[in-house]
């Protein structure tokens, strides 16, 4: 809505962002009573002109500069009780021009301190005794200004005893006031008993999910070192007995094959392993860990190949950002099969590895020199393809771009806030 976005504006600026703010309600209640009391100032005055009062009109406008001044306070400072204090003695000084000329305690006028009551006590309830309290004050000035009047007692005798109608005042001011303050505080101390049972389920489900995080990442170090104990273990031996095999059965071209594919099997097979052991037993959920196991693994591959390999990080680094619990792993198994790709088919010499941190993101890109050579469509190419499709079944953004200057590909993974 247009009138609340014109109130907001009247916020503090740490205070107006976030209705999540401590302050916030509180703040928003006095501008919004504030706000709508000046537009209202504004507006009365013209009644006035109609009636042939115009005299009056610099009253209303003067009340309406304080208003003014007073929500120019709340968005520069922060505070409002001094700016109300004023604005209050001010409002008292403009109403005393309205009385003195009708009737003073007799003057029908005299509502209008009623009203600036329930203003002040909705712009700011804690003090709402401080209200009541100034125009029972206020009334018996008026009171003793009406007694002092040489015509007090022609008007008392017309209508009735001025004590009476200061008492009516009193009683109407001390029981509206009353009545109106308990009921704004009992509103505002419900709402901080809700507002608290909101915090403390939220700090419970948190908690929750904090104790099952702990289960989960303890799990997932007892599979660790049971997988590395039993199925390790398994490969190796099946490794060893492979090879004494391949040893004894050298000249038989129709068996040693055989043998060297299990061989090969079990070193793939044993390779893969480490990767589904390191992402179940280290921090692989974060984005820099990620990104170090990445990149050892590129400068050992690309070592084979005499292929200078570099790595660098951008971006502004967000604390206590995590990845899916299977993207690291999914990751591996990507960039993996890109830098192999990279020896078999570009011919490169330099290879970059990058990772950027974005708000919501986080990209990581290998970049290479060598040629781009567009596929054989005669030829099944099962590299991409897989590339391609466990991206998009991992939900990252996946994006190929070739030039004559090199190749590089992209992979952009969401990230969430680790909860503590």
Avoid at 179 to 190: C, D, K, M, R, V
Avoid at 271 to 276: E, G, T, V
Wanted: proline fraction near 2%.
């Amino acid at each position: 809505m247009i009138i609340e976005r014109l109130i907001n504006w009247f916020l503090p600026s740490g205070v107006r962002e976030s209705k999540d703010h401590p302050r916030y309600h509180e703040l928003f209640t006095i501008a919004s009573t504030i706000f709508m009391g000046t537009a209202a100032t504004c507006i009365f005055p013209i009644l006035l002109i109609w009636y042939d009062m115009g005299e009056y009109l610099w009253m209303f406008y003067l009340n309406a500069t304080g208003n003014l001044i007073t929500l120019f306070g709340i968005k520069y400072t922060g505070h409002y009780r001094f700016f109300n204090i004023v604005s209050g003695i001010l409002t008292y000084f403009i109403i005393y021009y309205w009385l003195k000329d009708s009737g003073l305690i007799y003057s029908t006028n005299i509502c209008i301190v009623h009203m600036f009551l329930l203003g002040g006590i909705l712009a700011d309830k804690k003090w709402g005794w401080l209200a009541i309290i100034s125009n029972i004050i206020y009334l018996s000035f008026i009171y003793y200004l009406t007694v002092s009047n040489e015509d007090y007692k022609v008007l008392s005798m017309l209508l009735g005893s001025p004590l009476y109608a200061l008492f009516m005042h009193c009683l109407i001011t001390a029981f509206l006031g009353s009545f109106l303050a308990y009921s704004l505080s009992s509103n505002e101390t419900s709402r901080k008993k809700i507002i608290a049972l909101r915090d403390q389920k939220i700090n419970l489900l948190d908690e929750a999910v904090r104790q099952r995080t702990e289960q989960l990442n303890s799990m997932r170090q007892s599979i660790a070192a049971d997988f590395h104990d039993q199925t390790g273990n398994m490969l190796a031996a099946i490794n060893r007995q492979a090879t004494v095999l391949q040893l004894r059965f050298q000249d038989n071209p129709e068996i040693l094959p055989l043998i060297e594919s299990i061989i090969t099997n079990s070193n793939g097979l044993y390779a893969s392993s480490k990767d589904f052991l390191w992402n179940l037993n280290n921090d692989s959920d974060n984005p820099g860990t990620l990104f170090e196991y990445l990149k050892s693994y590129g400068q050992s591959f690309y070592n084979q190949f005499d292929v200078d390999f570099s790595s660098s990080i951008s971006g502004k680094h967000q604390h206590l950002q995590q990845l899916n619990s299977f993207a690291a792993l999914n990751l591996i198994f990507i960039f993996k099969e890109v830098m192999n790709n990279v020896i078999k088919h570009s011919g490169a010499t330099e290879v970059l590895m990058e990772m950027i941190y974005h708000e919501e993101l986080v990209t990581y890109i290998l970049r290479d020199n060598g040629i781009w050579k567009d596929a054989d469509d005669d030829v099944e190419h099962y590299g991409l393809k897989n590339i391609e499709r466990r991206a998009e079944r991992s939900s990252f953004l996946y994006q190929l771009k070739k030039s004559d200057q090199g190749t590089s590909i992209s992979i952009g993974l969401p990230v969430t806030v680790k909860l503590l």
